[in-house]
Structure formats: C-alpha cells, structure tokens
C-alpha cells in the first residue's frame, strides 16, 4: 500500500541530496519517477533540483496556482512514485492533491522540505504533511555547538540572526545557518543587549 510520506530537516541536513539519492534508487529498479518541486524556489536557472553535494537532475517545476493531481493525471500517470524537493512552499491545497495521487493511484509521493521558517513557524505545505502524511521522519543535522539543530536561522549579511520579514527569503548557506533552539535564543539575546 502506497503512502504519502514527509521527510523533514533543518537547512543543510541533506534532504535534497535524499530526494536525488531515493529518485537514483527507483530508476535503477526500472521504474519512472516524477520529481517535482516549486517554481518559487528560484535559487537554480532552470528546472533543476540540484544538492549542496552536487548531484542533480532534472526536474518538473510547479507554481502556486497549478493543480498536482491533474498534471499527474494528464502527463505523468505512468510514473511509479512522485518525488518533492522543497515540499513546504507548496500549498496545503497541491499537498492534498499530492495525498489524493497516494488513494487514488496507490503511488507513493516522498516529499522532503523544511518544517519551519526562520521564526519557527510552520510553512502551510508543512503543516499540512503533519496532518495527513502517513509517514514522517526526521533527517537530523547538527548545530555547531553539538545539539540537534532544529531552526533555520535567517542571517544578514554579517552573520547576525534576522527576526522580521516575510515567511519566504530563497537562498543557502549565505542567507541560513541550522542552530539549535537555546543557540538560537541566545544569540538573538546577545544581538539585544548589544544594542
């Protein structure tokens, strides 16, 4: 029985890299993957889902007003299992299309993403993978201190930690770090007293 699984991480826990390696692994048993993720995340030219490691392929891009089910129906329903890179910037709607793909065809859909911004919040698209995902896993990554990081921290260009903005900022290692909790809340404590 197919599932709809999320498999979740702080920026650079290597879910990307996951994604590449779980999509490498269905083809090499023969079978056809759809990889997918959302044309929001523009960090990459071109329909690409690329790792920090280097691996890469190509890709289907998906913008916010695009029906997940309907393209699967139209064009990809000969595909074995869907694959989502940056699951947590689709919306909670294409996230139960995605579901409906899993009762309906009995394909599984992996998505991989964060749970939460750089306030700790939960993106809409994650929210929703906790509501109905049949399977959710942790892809652990490490804060420099040694806890496991859980916050993607948004940092300025000299290093110090951002506490406003809107929920979505696109970039890598120059934008987030991974931090624990207490390093996260102590940092932002140090940042005020220097003030």
């Given at each position: 029985m197919a599932k709809l699984y999320f498999k979740y991480g702080s920026m650079g826990s290597s879910k990307t890299a996951q994604a590449?390696?779980?999509k490498f692994n269905y083809e090499e048993c023969g079978m056809k993957v759809w990889l997918i993720k959302p044309a929001i995340d523009?960090?990459?030219?071109?329909?690409?889902?690329?790792?920090r490691?280097?691996?890469e392929s190509k890709a289907t891009l998906i913008s916010d007003d695009q029906n997940v089910y309907d393209m699967y129906m139209q064009k990809y329903g000969d595909c074995d299992v869907v694959i989502v890179d940056e699951c947590q910037f689709f919306t909670e709607k294409q996230i139960d299309e995605l579901g409906l793909i899993v009762l309906d065809f009995n394909v599984p859909v992996l998505c991989f993403g964060l749970r939460s911004d750089f306030l700790t919040h939960l993106f809409p698209g994650?929210?929703?993978?906790?509501e109905i995902a049949e399977s959710i896993s942790e892809i652990k990554n490490v804060c420099v201190c040694g806890r496991k990081a859980t916050v993607n921290a948004r940092i300025d260009p000299n290093g110090k930690i951002i506490t406003q903005g809107e929920q979505i900022y696109i970039g890598?290692?120059?934008?987030?770090?991974?931090m624990c909790r207490k390093c996260y809340i102590n940092k932002?404590?140090?940042?005020q007293k220097e003030k």
């Open positions: 590449l390696i779980t523009t960090r990459e030219s071109e329909a690409v889902v690329r790792s490691i280097g691996l994650s929210k929703r993978l906790f890598g290692n120059d934008s987030y770090v991974a932002i404590a140090e940042q």
